[in-house]
């Protein structure tokens, strides 16, 4: 393994990748199931409207940013599968963070190796899923947090929220990191060592004590920037594409994935309650009683892991995607691309704890996907069945989430500061 540098691992890996989309060209071609995601097809469509002047929402069915039918207007002119080489170029990121953090290079190795062969990561990037260069932005927006550049880091927190809605759940946990005590506004925060981490939750790093200073020294000179210029972002890239595309853009792109509901292709323990009361509209007590456990969940990650930046963002997402209303199998890159993140501070081993969490996650999807297929492909009545599928789906997921928990080394990203301790010294005296 140690052989393995990270150049071989992206230059290999690159190289599958580009053997997968030229077969899926193949496969395409001749034979009648077809290798790309009927998204990209959307996007592509999408885009080709773009190049010509149009708008990318006369392509039913596209319910994204213009951004990212911009990104793939080069498909008109180049190649189809432009986009697909664009989702599919990621993996440096991760290396990137664990150095930053200051992994050992065979950790890094291992972890990146965790997403560059994925099965799920590198068919679903292949394909034409669109979700790989949202996770590309969501990593690259922690490395700018990691380097003291709040700037940067606002700038493209807003785009991504736009671009995609759901990182809007980091915004708090973000804001908890930028707690001055850890990350002042004169000087680059100082990270924490990981070869220095014993497991140990840290006395200065504890999600209750960032509660504390966030309510203390809410609106310091870094919390507000990244408030204003994320927001800012966000607000002129939404309101530039309302100006040209108006309400056809908000509803499609923002609007639909708010209220947004699917009786198939649908994990959620939901989707029989929506399959039931599909076309009719819903109260808002049931609206509020499906959104209160994700809501508690969410809070709760945040305020015991937010120091851990990177660990507390994975965790978050895999709890809003087990508890969301809608769960199609592209939410799994969410926190598939941040799973690696996590891999150097776990005490989890691969051989038996690892392997039955892995072996847990697949047979409660497969499981699913049985009933499902009786389903949507053979007509039969298993809307029960599929009913306890999902909640089965859920306990896997939830009974992983607390394993990864349980087996993980509490490492605070950044160093409380010396000089605070020192002032508060000097008062003393």
Request: aromatic share 20%.
């Given at each position: 393994?140690?052989?393995l540098?990270?150049?071989?691992?992206l230059?290999?890996?690159?190289?599958?990748?580009?053997i997968?989309?030229v077969?899926?060209?193949w496969q395409d071609?001749h034979?009648?199931?077809r290798?790309?995601d009927?998204?990209?097809?959307?996007f592509?469509d999408a885009?080709?409207?773009?190049?010509?002047g149009d708008?990318p929402y006369?392509r039913?069915t596209?319910r994204?940013s213009?951004?990212l039918a911009?990104l793939l207007?080069p498909?008109s002119?180049?190649?189809?599968?432009w986009g697909?080489?664009l989702?599919?170029a990621?993996g440096?990121?991760i290396?990137?963070?664990l150095k930053l953090?200051?992994a050992s290079?065979?950790?890094?190795n291992?972890?990146v190796m965790?997403?560059?062969?994925n099965?799920?990561?590198?068919?679903i990037?292949?394909?034409g899923?669109c979700?790989?260069?949202?996770?590309a932005?969501i990593l690259?927006?922690?490395?700018?947090?990691?380097k003291g550049?709040?700037l940067q880091?606002?700038?493209?927190?807003?785009?991504v929220?736009?671009?995609?809605?759901?990182p809007?759940i980091?915004?708090?946990?973000?804001?908890l990191?930028?707690?001055?005590n850890?990350?002042?506004?004169n000087?680059?925060?100082?990270?924490r060592?990981?070869?220095?981490?014993?497991?140990?939750r840290p006395?200065?790093?504890?999600g209750s004590?960032?509660l504390h200073n966030?309510?203390?020294?809410i609106?310091?000179?870094?919390?507000?920037?990244?408030?204003l210029v994320?927001?800012?972002?966000?607000?002129?890239?939404?309101?530039?594409?309302?100006?040209?595309y108006?309400w056809e853009f908000?509803h499609e792109a923002?609007?639909?994935?708010?209220?947004?509901t699917d009786?198939r292709?649908?994990?959620?323990?939901y989707f029989?309650?929506?399959?039931?009361?599909?076309?009719y509209?819903?109260s808002v007590?049931?609206k509020?009683i499906s959104?209160?456990p994700q809501?508690?969940?969410?809070?709760?990650?945040?305020f015991c892991f937010?120091?851990d930046l990177?660990?507390c963002i994975f965790v978050?997402?895999v709890?809003?995607?087990?508890?969301n209303k809608v769960?199609?199998?592209?939410y799994?890159?969410?926190?598939?691309?941040l799973?690696?993140l996590?891999?150097?501070?776990?005490?989890m081993?691969?051989?038996?704890d690892?392997?039955?969490?892995?072996?847990?996650w697949?047979?409660a999807q497969?499981?699913?996907l049985?009933?499902g297929?009786?389903?949507e492909?053979?007509g039969?009545?298993?809307?029960?069945?599929?009913?306890?599928?999902?909640?089965l789906f859920?306990?896997?997921?939830?009974y992983?989430l607390v394993?990864?928990?349980?087996?993980h080394r509490y490492a605070?990203?950044?160093?409380?500061l010396?000089?605070?301790n020192s002032?508060?010294?000097?008062k003393?005296?």
């Open positions: 393994m140690t052989s540098d990270i150049r071989s691992l230059v290999f890996s690159a190289i599958f990748r580009v997968l989309i077969y899926g060209e071609t034979m009648e199931v290798y790309t009927v998204d990209y097809l959307v592509s885009a080709a409207l773009m190049a010509v708008s006369k039913t596209y994204y213009p951004l911009f207007i498909n002119f180049i190649h189809r599968s697909k080489f989702f599919s990621s440096y990121f290396y990137y963070i953090r200051k290079e065979n950790m890094c291992i972890s965790a997403w560059l062969f099965p799920f990561t590198f068919t990037g292949t394909r899923n979700e790989p260069i949202v996770c932005v690259w927006i922690m490395i700018c947090l990691l550049n709040v880091s606002a700038f493209w927190y807003g785009l929220v736009h671009f995609r809605i759901y809007i980091y915004s708090i946990p973000i804001i990191v930028l707690d001055p850890f990350f002042p506004s000087q680059k925060p100082v990270l060592n990981w070869s220095a981490v014993q497991g140990e006395k200065d790093g504890s004590h960032s966030l309510f203390k020294s609106f310091t000179w870094n919390r507000v920037v990244f408030g994320s927001g800012l972002v966000f607000l002129f890239c939404t309101g530039l594409f309302y100006c040209l108006e908000l923002l609007l639909y994935h708010l209220t947004r009786p292709h649908n994990f959620s323990i029989y309650h929506i399959y039931l009361h599909y076309g509209d819903t007590v049931e509020l959104f209160l809501f508690l969940v969410q809070l709760v990650l945040i937010a120091q990177p660990f978050q997402t709890a809003f995607v087990a508890f769960i199609t199998a592209q799994f890159v969410w926190f598939f691309c799973l690696p996590i891999l150097p501070w776990s005490k081993k691969l051989r038996w690892g392997l039955s969490c892995i072996l847990l697949i047979g497969t499981h699913w049985m009933w297929y009786l389903l492909f053979k039969k009545n298993v809307f029960l069945q599929l009913w306890a599928a999902s909640l859920l306990a896997a997921n939830i992983i394993m990864i928990i349980r087996n605070s990203v950044f160093k409380a010396e000089y605070a002032k508060n010294a000097a003393l005296e």
